[in-house]
């Protein structure tokens, strides 16, 4: 700068003025540049595009539209900031009162393809005739979606999907538990404004980290925009970040024991309500007290260890060496001599890529196996069905977003073990008379196991929670929707949750 200004003052005035109009022309190409004009990465993302649709539900057609599109957002400055992708579907002639439903994933980092073909959008991806293959994936009419019931809007976060920060150094501020809280309410509000909505009740739905971050969304919503959700669907979320990050805590293994029960059930061919009970009630008594007390010796350590081994299909001396708790051995351990299985579903093994190592180092079966096709299909969709053909890729899940995430003031996992919803549940049942809340899982999910959130649940103050907070469990596991039996049962489940009152 002080070199440059050295330089400018040794010019004339006539070469001053020249170079003084070059420097704004500069700076106006760079504003337009920042603001999504002619060139820089919004120049990249195509215009709205809506096209009209019939759904085909079992009470009959639906016509709808569908808004493939972006919502901007700006920084103190007034230049643009960001980018938020979203797909609208909207009944048309819709009834008053229809409900309105705002939905994305987690990761961080997670677009919301996930969800919308694998759960509530009118398309819905398969893969195969054995659930698993994703090299030839086939999109068809979903016919449980939830357009069925409810107004759809899918939400990519900045960084993932086609949403976009105007620079890297922008995107870092969007990167964090109330920064992003804030940018999703924001989109919301501008949403429900830019289409007159503000009298249709609103719903989150978030799945994973999106569970959590719908709690925060929820009160951003209300702090920030003077908007009041009536509801939010958890699905397979982290709500206590420690039970998830403490694998040799007491209290975090006996709440995970029952999805590592479940899954060795499933691979058993013996799943049953009646068996899986019997598990957690080992998991939240003998086995609860005898990993928080000493060690066990003699007879009794015949037979916790035997039980423990019993019932999760790991081997009776691995589980004597880790003493009971098994969080870090189960996936090499559960699916048999030379297999590895998946936390997102402890029942689905495979081939393990390195046997001869004592840790696990595949790449995880079902996150970077099958579901990875959810992008190359949204993508096609979105252009083919959706007429938004955009020229960049569909980023489906941003690992440089989950590497720079800000939990709690800080980056890194550890952080991750303070995060908390809790306190934001509690608070918007209390503040909101009419909210309610539903956690679904899966039970052979291992990663956000279903007893950590049955204790959430089960420790809400009880006038809070009574015929308004509930769970639901279906088989399967992280993404259970993936399974048809279980797609067909949640669906039913949240139209009802949807319809019933607060009080019923």
């Known amino acids: 700068m002080i070199a440059s ?237 420690r039970f998830l990050a403490n694998s040799e805590d007491p209290l975090s293994a006996a709440l995970q024991f029952p999805s590592l029960a479940a899954a060795e059930l499933e691979r058993r061919n013996q799943f049953t309500p009646e068996k899986l009970a019997e598990a957690e009630r080992f998991a939240i008594g003998d086995y609860l007290t005898g990993l928080a007390g000493p060690s066990p010796a003699g007879q009794a350590a015949e037979a916790f260890y035997g039980r423990v081994s019993e019932l999760t299909g790991i081997p009776r001396d691995v589980v004597a060496r880790t003493r009971g708790f098994v969080g870090d051995v189960y996936a090499k351990q559960m699916g048999g001599t030379g297999k590895v299985v998946s936390p997102y579903d402890a029942s689905y093994s495979v081939p393990d890529a390195y046997p001869e190592d004592a840790v696990t180092r595949n790449d995880d079966p079902i996150l970077e196996g099958y579901t990875r096709a959810y992008g190359a299909a949204f993508a096609a969709y979105a252009r083919n069905e959706l007429g938004f053909a955009s020229e960049m890729t569909y980023s489906l899940l941003n690992e440089e977003v989950n590497r720079r995430w800000e939990w709690n003031g800080s980056r890194g996992g550890d952080s991750r073990s303070l995060a908390s919803a809790s306190t934001d549940i509690r608070d918007l049942l209390s503040v909101i008379p009419s909210f309610k809340l539903m956690i679904a899982h899966g039970y052979s999910d291992a990663l956000t196991p279903y007893g950590a959130s049955r204790y959430v649940i089960d420790h809400l103050p009880p006038d809070l929670a009574a015929g308004r907070a509930g769970l639901k469990v279906y088989r399967g596991g992280h993404m259970f929707y993936t399974r048809p039996d279980s797609r067909r049962s949640f669906a039913a489940d949240v139209r009802t949750f949807y319809e019933a009152r607060p009080t019923d």
């Not at 106006?28 to 990249?44: K, N």
């Not at 994305?104 to 893969?127: Q, T």
């Open 5 to 241: 200004l050295a330089v400018l003052l040794t010019l004339s005035v006539p070469v001053l003025a020249q170079q003084q109009r070059g420097g704004d022309e500069n700076r106006e190409r760079a504003r337009q540049t920042e603001q999504g004009g002619s060139g820089g990465i919004f120049g990249l993302i195509p215009a709205d595009s809506t096209t009209e649709h019939v759904f085909k539900a079992p009470s009959g057609d639906l016509p709808y539209t569908a808004t493939a599109g972006t919502l901007d957002l700006f920084g103190q400055d007034g230049n643009r900031s960001a980018k938020i992708f979203y797909t609208a579907y909207i009944a048309k002639n819709r009834t008053p009162g229809r409900p309105l439903t705002f939905a994305f994933n987690g990761g961080p980092g997670a677009a919301s393809a996930y969800l919308h073909l694998g759960l509530v959008g009118p398309k819905i991806l398969e893969f195969g005739a054995t659930g698993d293959n994703g090299t030839t994936p086939r999109l068809k009419d979903n016919p449980e979606s939830w357009l069925a019931f409810t107004d759809l809007v899918l939400i990519d976060p900045v960084g993932t999907g086609w949403s976009r920060a105007a620079s890297n150094d922008a995107a870092g501020s969007y990167y964090g538990v109330r920064q992003d809280a804030d940018s999703l309410s924001k989109a919301i509000a501008l949403y429900v404004q830019k289409n007159n909505r503000l009298d249709a009740p609103k719903y989150l739905l978030g799945e994973s980290y999106g569970g959590f971050r719908a709690a925060k969304v929820a009160v951003s919503l209300k702090n920030s925009q003077g908007m009041l959700a009536s509801g939010i669907v958890m699905l397979s979320p982290l709500v206590e970040g």
